[in-house]
C-alpha cells in the first residue's frame, strides 16, 4: 500500500515545495513595502478613532499602540507574510490543480487558467470586500461603543492578528463559487445536491460568520448575506455545469437497472436448472 502511495506523496512534497519557495520568495519582496501595507491596513482604524474622536472628548486622544519592544518588528513580518500569501495565490492555486491534474481527463486539465484565475479574482474580491465594506462599520461600532467613557488605546499587534483573520475569512468564503464550479465540473455535486443542503448550509454560514468576525451581529450579518447570496449563486453555476438529471430520467434509469437485475437472476436460475 505504502508503495502505490509514494508517487503521490513524492508530487505532494514537490507541489508543497514550490508553493512554500513562492511563499517565502513573496514575503520578502512585500516585507520591502511592509510600511505602505501597514497604513493601507491602519487606515479603516485611523478612521473609526477619527470618527469617534469628533463624537467623545474622552476617544480624542485615542490611537494606535504597541506593548512589546519589538512590537514593530513582529507586527511587519505579519503584514508582510498575509500580503506574500495573497501574492503568491496564483502559484498555489496553480500547484493545488497539478497535484490533482493527473486524475482528470484531457478537457478538465486544460481549466488550470480559470481555475488560478478565478480563485485569485475572488479571493481579492473578498479581501476588498472586507476592507471596504465591513471593516468600516465593524470598527466604527465596536470603538464607539463604550467611547463616552473610555480612551480607545488600541494594540497594534491585537489589530493586525483581528485584520488578518477578517481578510481571509472572507477571502476564503468568496472561493465557493469557483470551487462549487470546479466539483460540478468534476461531477461530484449537482444543483439539487446543493439546494437540499442549503437549509444546513445557513447555519454553517453563521457559524463560520461568528468565528470569523468580531462579536457583533452587525459584522455578523455582513459577512454571513454575501455568503447566502454566493451559495445561491454556485446554485446556479452548478445547474448550468452539471444538472441533476430529472425525475423521469431517474425513474427510468431505476426501471433498467431493476430489468437488467431480473434478467441476470433469471439467467441464473436457468443455469442452475
Known amino acids: 500500500?505504502?508503495?502505490?502511495?509514494?508517487?503521490?506523496?513524492?508530487?505532494?512534497?514537490?507541489?508543497?515545495?514550490?508553493?512554500?519557495?513562492?511563499?517565502?520568495?513573496?514575503?520578502?519582496?512585500?516585507?520591502?513595502?511592509?510600511?505602505?501595507?501597514?497604513?493601507?491596513?491602519v487606515q479603516p482604524?485611523?478612521?473609526?478613532?477619527?470618527?469617534?474622536?469628533?463624537?467623545?472628548?474622552?476617544?480624542?486622544?485615542?490611537?494606535?499602540?504597541?506593548?512589546?519592544?519589538?512590537?514593530?518588528?513582529f507586527v511587519a513580518l505579519k503584514v508582510s507574510f498575509f500580503a506574500a500569501i495573497v501574492t503568491a495565490l496564483p502559484i498555489i492555486l496553480s500547484q493545488i490543480w497539478l497535484f490533482i491534474a493527473p486524475g482528470l481527463?484531457?478537457?478538465?486539465?486544460?481549466?488550470i487558467l480559470p481555475f488560478i484565475v478565478g480563485g485569485t479574482v475572488m479571493f481579492v474580491v473578498g479581501v476588498l470586500f472586507a476592507y471596504y465594506v465591513v471593516t468600516p462599520f465593524g470598527f466604527d461600532f465596536l470603538i464607539t461603543f463604550g467611547s463616552f467613557k473610555f480612551t480607545p488605546l488600541i494594540n497594534i499587534e491585537d489589530y493586525v492578528g483581528f485584520f488578518t483573520k477578517i481578510m481571509f475569512g472572507f477571502g476564503i468564503a468568496f472561493e465557493l463559487p469557483v470551487f462549487s464550479y470546479f466539483l460540478a465540473l468534476l461531477g461530484l455535486i449537482d444543483d439539487r445536491q446543493m439546494t437540499s443542503f442549503f437549509k444546513y448550509a445557513i447555519v454553517i454560514i453563521f457559524i463560520v460568520a461568528a468565528l470569523l468576525t468580531p462579536p457583533d451581529v452587525l459584522t455578523q450579518l455582513l459577512m454571513a448575506g454575501p455568503l447566502i447570496i454566493l451559495y445561491g449563486f454556485s446554485i446556479l453555476i452548478v445547474k448550468l455545469v452539471n444538472p441533476a438529471p430529472k425525475e423521469e430520467e431517474e425513474e427510468e434509469e431505476a426501471k433498467e437497472e431493476v430489468e437488467q437485475i431480473a434478467k441476470e437472476s433469471t439467467g441464473h436460475s436457468r443455469e442452475k436448472r
Open 1 to 41: 500500500m505504502f508503495e502505490e502511495l509514494r508517487p503521490h506523496l513524492v508530487e505532494l512534497r514537490k507541489r508543497l515545495g514550490i508553493s512554500v519557495a513562492a511563499l517565502i520568495v513573496m514575503f520578502f519582496v512585500m516585507f520591502y513595502f511592509h510600511e505602505a501595507l501597514l497604513n493601507w491596513m
Open 105 to 111: 481527463y484531457a478537457h478538465e486539465k486544460k481549466m
Open 45 to 73: 482604524l485611523n478612521d473609526a478613532l477619527l470618527e469617534v474622536g469628533k463624537k467623545s472628548v474622552n476617544a480624542a486622544n485615542g490611537m494606535v499602540t504597541t506593548s512589546q519592544v519589538g512590537g514593530a518588528f
